[in-house]
Structures are given as C-alpha cells and as structure tokens.
C-alpha cells in the first residue's frame, strides 16, 4: 500500500481534486494532519518502497548484461567451431587431391605396363629428399609399390578421420 505524506490542508485538498479528477474516491480513513512521528514513519514507509521498486529493476537490468555476454561467448564459440570446420575442410580437400593423384598414377602406370607386360612401378623412381639436399633414390618396383600402398592407405585412415570430425554439434 503506498502511502502519502500530508503537510498541510492545501495539500490534502490537492490531493483530493487531483482523485477525483482520475476517477478515485476519496478514502473516509485518510486524516487530513498527522502527529510529526507519524509523518516519519510513513516518510520511511515510501522511500523504504521506493528503494525496493528500485532494486527490484536493478536485477532486470543485470540480467540483461549476462545475457549479452553469454551472446557474445555464444558468437565466439560458433566462429571458433566455424573456423576449426574450415580447417578441417581444407584437410580433407588435400587429402582427397593426394589420394587422386596416386590413384591416378597407378593407373597411368597400369596401362603402360600393359602394353610392355611388366610391372606397374617398372620404371619408375622413388626420390626422397631434405633440407640439406640429401637424397634417397630406389628404383626398386617392390618398394616403390609398399610406399605408394602405405601412403595411400595413411591418407585414407587420415581421410576417414577428418570426416568424422567434421559435424555441427546438435
């Protein structure tokens, strides 16, 4: 219940016009003066209610703010998942190139064993190198079948790998 602080007949009498006018009876228990205890304590009483409506719209206020931050940590996390997606697409992108590209030069091979009725890496030459410009070179068709199988199947574990990881969370 609000309460209202009356400090002379003048004012009451605003009050009462101003009721009126808005449509609200006067009450019959409002007294037109009150002793100076009584004029504190409802003095308190409002600003005791004021202060409360106050805080009361505080909290509103807060909560809005960890609202906007729990968007902004939302919009960091899913352009952090986009940008580790995006990575992982261009994984699978150079991987899928590698593997057609041996897959491709086994069958140009093929073909050209084929037609001389020899092994498929007859021929062909094996050439590691480093920084240093050390080299390892094999001509050996054996071996050269065992790295090109072993990458070929390195690339599709790894392939395979990559592609189960890209997934959007549900």
């Known amino acids: 219940m609000k309460t209202i602080e009356i400090n ?3 004012n009451l009498e605003n009050i009462v016009k101003n009721s009126v006018q ?3 009876k006067p009450q019959d228990n409002v007294k037109p003066s009150l002793p100076q205890e009584k004029q504190q304590d409802k003095t308190i009483d409002t600003k005791k209610e004021a202060s409360s409506i106050a805080e009361q719209k505080e909290p509103k206020a807060a ?3 960890p ?3 729990k968007l902004a940590l939302n919009l960091e996390s899913t352009l952090k998942l986009v940008e580790e ?3 992982r697409k261009i994984q699978r992108d150079k991987l899928i190139d590698t593997i057609d590209t041996l897959n491709a030069f086994e069958v140009a091979q093929k073909d050209d064993a084929e037609e001389t009725d020899s092994n498929h890496f007859q021929g062909c030459v ?3 190198g480093d920084d240093k ?3 390892f070179i094999t001509k050996n068709p054996y071996i050269i079948k065992k790295v ?3 990458i070929n199947t390195l690339c599709m574990d790894r392939l395979a790998e990559i592609e189960g990881e890209i997934q959007l969370p549900a």
């Open 8 to 10: 002379s007949k003048s």
């Open 22 to 24: 808005n449509g609200v």
């Open 63 to 65: 909560e809005t703010a």
């Open 67 to 69: 609202k906007l931050e």
């Open 85 to 87: 997606l995006h990575r």
């Open 126 to 128: 094996l050439s590691i």
């Open 133 to 135: 410009r050390r080299e």
């Open 148 to 150: 090109a199988e072993y």
